[in-house]
């Protein structure tokens, strides 16, 4: 009876934790609807203009004003028709720069599609205000205690010292108030996404001048997220030694706005898992940050920081240097950055999840074979090997033990009839014949521990890192981060229609249900006939749950069940114990046993 509740516990405890990951965890890719992607055409830069105001980033600690504005939308083509602007371009992204303002809200990745069609539409970053989901960067100078006149605000019309920014052509935009104090704006971009902006205030009128350098990532509306658990989508930053912050949308909804002040980092919103914009303030000077979500009016979320105040004596000039990182987070490229510029915690901007610690060293060791061997898939087989060998000694171990137990089972067996009204005695006879034969009653289970935090860290890395991101591996599959898209109820295509996605169970999760099968099956059939049914229904309910993960991560639980399979039927046939596989099949398929070796 202890053995029959054990096993209906485990049991339970594996059905609620896949039926959890199905709903809670477990992708669904959700194909863009065609109107969202008719917004996110790239249009090419055009003059004329009448923008409206930029959003002014008050000192934290004051009243929070509203992002931004977006009671009436207007269409792209239309928001960048509204000011003049200055193309941007480079190996990776193209878009513009508007001077009514000098706002960050016209870029396109075009490196990166929307799905694996090769005329499918390219990933849009930034858009301008008032647009479907506009989301844009800004840069500032807010007026201080003393003032000679305005500092620019979102009506400026600075004037460019060329008409495109790239990696060796930057450009200087500039704006002088009435009073005679210049501003000048610095712009530079690397060959990928990371943008320099330098800000000199040079005072040339009889009256001091005081700033606060500030800058603002701003998403219009409320994006659609993928809502699950163990992914993060929304504002974040790692600020001095507050740390990592992460604030959803819908928890910010709550909040209404978040102070905070530090030294070093960055902050910035993730509108994906694969793409963010963040502000990368000076590493050596104190600053207050804020994550702000609107409370009236059109929804819209922002996070800014304001640099110290800046005082600009009459004659004088002072300067003030940040950056912008807007693009998709390549870790390599994040990698650099963090070393380049001393950007603490920079590789926090990609969600590694809770187990960082196993996860990014993972990805590391799966990204080096892919280099050598061209694919992902199989630089997960090759990677899978390796682990098995890695805990090789652990495994031969626990598996040496569970044959152990089979071969005793005759003597427990024997134990249980004899003491079956002694409970207290049948527990200490057990516990002899464990000591006698030298076998840990509980080893068996850690294969299966070991493998879950590896489990959980390969899901992290194919789900979220963006090299896994439409990485094609042989035959039908042509992306590691989706499910595969196949189903045996149209006979995998040959039948002309889209099966439910409920019935959407792909080649791959039948073989990884297959290998699951043949595994349970080199053990002896239990006796009690619900014990048999459980282990007979099983690798069904699993290929039917594992059908909507991610191929890759289906794809290496088949292989490591094979890799499974082989090494425990080799320890087995060591060990002398019977492998029960070829009668268990006979008795499936025959109905009746049939003599087996071991």
Known sequence: MDDKRNLFTAIGLSLLVLVGWQFLVAPR?????????????????????????????????????????????????????????????????????????????DLTLTSYRETTAPNSPNIVLFSPSRTPGGFY????????????????????????????????????????????????????????????????VTNHASQPLSVYPYAAVVQQGTPHVAGYYVLFEGLLGWIGDAGLQEWTYAKLDKEGVKNYSGTGGFIGITTDKYWAAAIIPDQTKPYDARFIATQTGAKAYQTDLREGELGVAPGASVSASRKLFAGAKVVSLVDKYESEFGIKQFNRIIDWGYFYFITQPLFKVIDYFYRLLGNFGLAILLVTVLLKALFLPLANKSYASMAKMKAVQPQLKELQERYKDDKAKLQQEMM?????????????????????????ALYKVIFTTIEMRQAPFYGWIHDLSAPDPTSVFNLFGL??????????????????????????KMNPEPPDPAQKMMFTWMPLIFTFMLSSFPAGLVIYWSWNNTLSVLQQGFIMKRHGVKIELWDNLRKLFMGKSSPSTA
């Open 29 to 105: 890719f959700i194909t863009p609807k065609p109107a969202q992607i008719e917004a996110q055409q790239e249009v090419k830069p055009a003059s004329n203009s009448t923008p409206e105001a930029a959003p002014q980033a008050p000192p934290p600690g004051t009243t929070a004003a509203t992002p931004t504005n977006t009671s009436q939308e207007i269409s792209r083509e239309d928001a960048l028709k509204s000011s003049p602007r200055v193309a941007i371009h480079n190996d990776h992204v193209s878009g513009s720069i508007a001077l009514k303002g000098a706002r960050f809200d």
């Open 137 to 200: 960067a800004d840069f500032g100078l807010l007026p201080g205690a003393s003032s000679a006149g305005e500092t620019p605000n979102g009506d400026t019309l600075w004037q460019a010292s060329g008409n495109e920014l790239t990696p060796t052509t930057p450009i200087t935009l500039t704006w002088t108030n009435p009073q005679g104090v210049e501003f000048k704006r610095e712009i530079s971009v690397d060959d990928d996404y990371m943008f320099s902006v330098t800000d000199t």
């Open 432 to 456: 002899a014949l464990y000591k006698r034969e030298r076998i840990n009653p509980v080893a068996g289970c850690w294969p299966m521990l070991i493998q879950i935090p590896v489990f959980f």
């Open 495 to 520: 039948l002309p229609f889209t099966p439910p996605h409920v019935l959407m169970l792909g080649a791959w999760p039948l073989i990884m249900g297959v290998t699951m099968f043949v595994q349970m």
